[in-house]
Each structure stands twice: as structure tokens, then as C-alpha cells.
């Protein structure tokens, strides 16, 4: 029998609906369940053979877990490895790269020293900073908003140097970029599933929290879906999110990707509503059935460490065996592959 576990902080809706999601199915092989955990052994397999994670973004003892789950064959979603390596100025940068349209963004050192370091840890830092070229490239109106952040947290709506000076004073040690505002006339949120399934829900940010996903949506241009639908793919194929909401604000016509770095997205049925929330649950539970059905058991022997951010560990046997048979060849010697995730609940 092979188990799903949901781990899961103060939310109360989904993790329950998925279980039963899951049951329902009746799977001869498959269990769904809530985690169950105490004092990790180091290297001791996690019993779950999925475990879809809702919170390990706030509890670091539930991220050190999952490492090691995933280390003993644990399929996790999403990948605790790379959820911990990624931020969303490096999601902004690879965006631009790929080609998916997000607006001009500047990375900021932080307004006050970190704890612990004087103005002498800071002295590779150009000074005074070229506040000019940045608004230039920027303009206003901006966001200034966390570089690792969630949950509209520390995010300032500035529409001049002075306010921006003044939002910026407020930042403390955290890590900041500005980024250009966009002025949208549509707002979409989208699920994005197992890399392949994608929901569209239309949201206006500017409404109280409860009304945002708009339940009577006008049509849209079916071009304009066509393009959302392909760059919230392209995002989560290159950042390698199984579970991801990527939010679209769209100005005449184009959709600039403003925030795509929510590996535990709002699935609240109070907030996202019920179609949007028997959409999720049913892709999710689908999903973790897949994995689960996927799973070959914990493996045995070394590993790369680096080989974790792909999500495809590779034993020292297998990485050897592809060494000799590319030294057969005479090629060179290709070693495993490496290639290339903070909210209280859900990231939204
Ligand atoms: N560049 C932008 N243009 C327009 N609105 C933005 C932009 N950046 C952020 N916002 C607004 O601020 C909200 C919070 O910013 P977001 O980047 O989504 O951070 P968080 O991860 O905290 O949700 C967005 O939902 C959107 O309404
Ligand atoms: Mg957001």
C-alpha cells in the first residue's frame, strides 16, 4: 500500500478535501492521509511514498523532513530543494530569458545592514547608489516588494521618488527590488498543475479580499488565454513547480507575469470559491496518484547532491555506469545531471 501525506499549517478547507479526494477514488494501492511526524532519524524513509506540502515555507523543521523524504525516495511537491534556492528576482530574471513579458525590475541592497554586519561587510557597494539610472529604467508609478516574499507582505505602491524613499526607510534589512507598475486592465491568477494543467481565474487585486476572483467574468480574447495558458507553462516547466499559481496583470494586450513564485498557492474554498476549489482539488489529487503510482520505492546507494534540484536523484552505481560507457566512447565524461522555494499558510 502506498501513502500520500498532506502536510499543512492553519489552512483548514483543502488539505481534508484532498484526503478525501484521493479515498474516494478507492485505489486498491493508494491511501491518502494527514502527515504524521515526530523526531526525524537522518536517512530513514518518510513511509509516504508523495507528500504534497502546504507549509514547509514557514516551519524549517518540516523542510528539513522533506529534504531527507526526498532523499529516501519520497516524491515531494513541491521539490524542497529548489523551493529553498529560488527567489523572485531570479524568477523575474529567467522569465526575461525564456521570453515571457514581465515589466523592468531592479534588484535593491538592503536599506539597513543585516544582523551582524557593519558598513564594512557592505564595501563592494557602489555609493552613492545610481538612484537616477534606476527610476529611469523603472519609472514610476512602482512596486517595491520583497525579493523572497508572499502574502502581499511588505509591498509598497509608490508613485514618486519621495514615496519610494519613504516605503523604502520602512524596509529594514529585507531585500527589496522595484519594479515597474503595470497598468492592467485585466488580472488573471492561474493554477498551474503537475507542468501540464492550467486554470485560468480572473482576479481583481483592487477588490476587497473576499470578491477577487471574479465570479462573472467578461470573454476574453481568446488569443489572450492562448498566450497566458503557454507562458504560465513555460514558467513552471523551466522553475520545475508542480503546484504553482503564476499572476498575469495585462496591459494593452500583453500579460507581464508579476508573481510566480507560490509553491503552497491559496486554495481556500472561502476565498478562491467553489469551481475554482473543486478544480484544484481534483488536479491535485490526480496528481499525487499519478506520482504515487509513479514511485519505484527508496533507492539505495550515493548520491548527488545537486541532482536533488532537478528532482531526479542519481545513485553513485548509475553515475559511474554513464562515466564508463561515455569513457567507452571516448566522449567526455558526463557525470550526473544538474540542472536546473515565506507565508503564514498559503503563499498568495
Ligand atoms: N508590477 C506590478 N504591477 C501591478 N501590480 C503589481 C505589481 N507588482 C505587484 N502588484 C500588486 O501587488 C500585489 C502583491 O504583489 P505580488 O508580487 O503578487 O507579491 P506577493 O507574493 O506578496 O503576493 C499583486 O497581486 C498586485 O496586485
Ligand atoms: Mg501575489
Not at 499519478?290 to 520505492?297: P, R, S, T, Y
Not at 561515455?326 to 545531471?337: C, I, L, M, N, R
Request: aromatic share 12%; net charge neutral.
Amino acid at each position: 500500500m502506498k501513502k500520500i501525506g498532506v502536510l499543512y499549517g492553519m489552512e483548514n478547507t483543502f488539505p481534508g478535501a484532498l484526503v478525501e479526494r484521493i479515498n474516494a477514488m478507492k485505489l486498491p494501492d493508494i491511501v491518502a492521509e494527514s502527515v504524521q511526524v515526530g523526531g526525524v532519524h537522518e536517512a530513514a524513509p518518510s513511509g509516504y511514498a508523495v507528500i504534497v506540502d502546504r507549509i514547509s515555507h514557514d516551519i524549517p523543521f518540516y523542510r528539513g523532513f522533506l529534504k531527507n523524504a526526498a532523499l529516501t525516495g519520497t516524491i515531494v511537491i513541491n521539490n524542497p530543494f529548489w523551493w529553498s534556492a529560488d527567489d523572485k528576482f531570479f524568477n523575474y530574471a529567467l522569465a526575461r530569458k525564456l521570453g515571457v513579458a514581465v515589466p523592468h525590475t531592479v534588484l535593491l541592497p538592503h536599506k539597513q545592514y543585516p544582523a551582524g554586519t557593519t558598513d564594512r561587510s557592505m564595501r563592494n557597494l557602489e555609493y552613492p547608489l545610481d538612484w537616477k539610472g534606476i527610476f529611469e529604467y523603472v519609472g514610476f508609478p512602482a512596486f517595491l516588494k520583497p525579493f523572497d516574499g508572499g502574502g502581499w507582505r511588505d509591498v509598497y505602491h509608490v508613485h514618486n521618488w519621495e514615496q519610494f524613499f519613504q516605503a523604502y526607510d520602512q524596509t529594514g534589512d529585507l531585500c527589496m527590488t522595484l519594479q515597474s507598475a503595470v497598468k492592467f486592465q485585466e488580472y488573471f491568477r492561474c493554477y498551474v498543475i503537475n507542468q501540464k494543467k492550467v486554470h485560468i481565474m480572473p482576479y481583481d487585486p483592487r477588490r476587497p479580499f473576499h470578491e477577487r476572483y471574479v465570479k462573472d467574468p467578461p470573454t476574453y480574447p481568446p488569443e489572450l488565454l492562448t498566450r497566458v495558458e503557454r507562458d504560465a507553462l513555460t514558467l513552471c516547466r523551466a522553475l520545475g513547480y508542480d503546484l504553482n499559481t503564476v499572476e498575469f496583470a495585462v496591459e494593452d494586450g500583453v500579460p507581464y507575469a508579476i508573481d510566480f513564485m507560490n509553491p503552497a498557492p491559496d486554495a481556500d474554498v472561502h476565498s478562491v470559491g467553489e469551481t475554482n476549489f473543486r478544480w484544484i482539488v481534483d488536479a491535485v489529487a490526480e496528481m499525487a496518484v499519478e506520482k504515487a503510482q509513479q514511485h519505484a520505492g527508496t533507492t539505495a546507494g550515493g548520491f548527488v547532491w545537486s541532482s536533488f534540484l532537478s528532482g531526479k536523484p542519481v545513485t553513485k552505481a548509475a553515475a559511474s555506469t554513464t562515466a564508463k560507457k561515455s569513457a567507452a566512447k571516448k566522449a567526455p565524461v558526463k557525470t550526473a545531471a544538474s540542472k536546473s522555494t515565506k507565508n503564514p499558510g498559503p503563499s498568495v
